[in-house]
């Protein structure tokens, strides 16, 4: 029927002769139905033991489920079929997880409208499954999967508890019949439609074992997270001093530090140690972000790689993290240590053309010989000179 109603059929078309000869198959099996008899009775009693089991299965076609009461009587195991249904597949195609998922959603909603109904309220439900990512997403919270499956898993956990969701082979799977499809003789034959697969009527230890859930990336949930990473070029692009860019590092790290709860300069006005801190991580970040081979070897105290453009310097890691230079004046002791093992940084790069112009300015518009000795007492920037003649 839902095909004949997805091909938009009127009342007076022909039906097509492969509808239409499964159709009449159909109605020629009709009476396979008087043979089928379904017992009122249950075999239950108030003081008997009673367990309700529910199955349920999907394909592409179809899901259903079907719920079983099994009542023990000393050593007489009887199991007979209490409820089943079946729905079509909705007619937008929905993934086959997402359809075993529906079918578990369907089984659960069973179990609440009829189980409060039985007669005794001391019964116990166990749900059965033949699909493991099923088990998988009911293992987990509803919120670590995406919207569909989280509504779905919060509605089962609602009418049934998780921890009662097992796993069931498809052979023994009376739902499968159900999603599948089967002719009427077959139905009114099968013992695992009616009663259930054979190893229900046995005692529990001979059960299907107990499988741990698995893990599954199927349909989770992308976390949305803030992720705080050192600042680029960018952020020194939108100053066009060194030291405006200086002042407002420091304030971020002061602000950083209160909102963790750490002890911050209660003054208003910037101290030495935290300016020395700022440029300290624009050095860090630049040489990280210019000389990542470099950075990576000297961290792990490797040589670095024979085509560095640096390796004539002699470059070592200091203990605050900085690449400096080791040269031929390492040995004077009339120089200070800066100018002794001076920080590399690129020649094309923002913090070195905001360095030169800091230095151009502070110099009055001095010579570039007095801007050269001002920076190489502190930084070693190859081509010095030709940055300096831009100024």
């Not at 009693?45 to 009587?73: L, M, T």
């Not at 040995?331 to 112009?357: D, F, G, K, T, W």
Request: proline share 6%; hydrophobic share 40%; with cysteine.
């Amino acid at each position: 029927m839902q095909e004949i109603w997805l091909q938009e059929l009127g009342w007076d078309e022909n039906i097509p002769n492969e509808l239409f000869q499964r159709w009449l198959n159909f109605l020629q099996s009709y009476s396979v139905l008087e043979q089928i008899r379904i017992p009122r009775w249950l075999s239950f009693r108030p003081d008997f033991k009673v367990e309700h089991h529910g199955f349920c299965d999907a394909s592409q076609k179809a899901y259903g489920a079907a719920i079983y009461v099994r009542v023990e009587v000393g050593s007489t195991i009887m199991v007979q079929l209490l409820t089943a249904i079946t729905r079509v597949a909705p007619v937008k195609t929905v993934s086959l997880p997402r359809l075993e998922l529906c079918g578990a959603l369907l089984l659960s909603e069973m179990a609440a409208a009829i189980i409060p109904q039985m007669p005794t309220t001391t019964s116990e439900l166990c749900c059965w499954t033949d699909s493991t990512i099923v088990l998988a997403w009911l293992s987990k919270p509803a919120c670590q999967w995406t919207t569909f499956v989280a509504n779905r898993v919060t509605k089962i956990a609602q009418a049934t508890k998780t921890e009662n969701w097992s796993h069931v082979q498809s052979e023994h799977n009376p739902a499968d019949l159900a999603s599948r499809g089967v002719s009427l003789q077959d139905l009114a034959d099968s013992q695992l439609w009616w009663h259930g697969p054979t190893w229900l009527q046995n005692p529990r230890n001979q059960w299907p074992t107990r499988v741990n859930a698995p893990v599954t990336e199927l349909e989770k949930r992308a976390l949305k997270v803030h992720l705080a990473k050192a600042p680029s070029e960018e952020l020194l692009a939108r100053f066009s001093k060194l030291e405006k860019a200086l002042r407002a590092l420091a304030y971020v790290y002061r602000f950083i530090q209160r909102c963790r709860k750490q002890t911050s300069p209660s003054d208003v006005h910037l101290l030495a140690t935290e300016i020395a801190a700022a440029e300290r991580f624009l050095i860090s970040n630049t040489q990280r972000r210019e000389f990542p081979v470099e950075y990576h070897c000297l961290s792990e105290k490797r040589p670095v790689p024979s085509s560095s453009a640096i390796l004539s310097m002699n470059p070592f890691l200091d203990p605050q993290g900085l690449i400096r230079a080791c040269g031929r004046v390492a040995a004077s002791e009339s120089l200070q240590y800066n100018e002794r093992h001076p920080v590399i940084l690129p020649y094309n790069c923002l913090l070195s053309r905001l360095l030169a112009n800091f230095t151009h300015r502070i110099t009055l518009h001095g010579g570039n010989q007095l801007m050269v000795r001002l920076i190489r007492s502190k930084y070693w920037i190859p081509r010095i000179k030709n940055l300096m003649k831009q100024w």
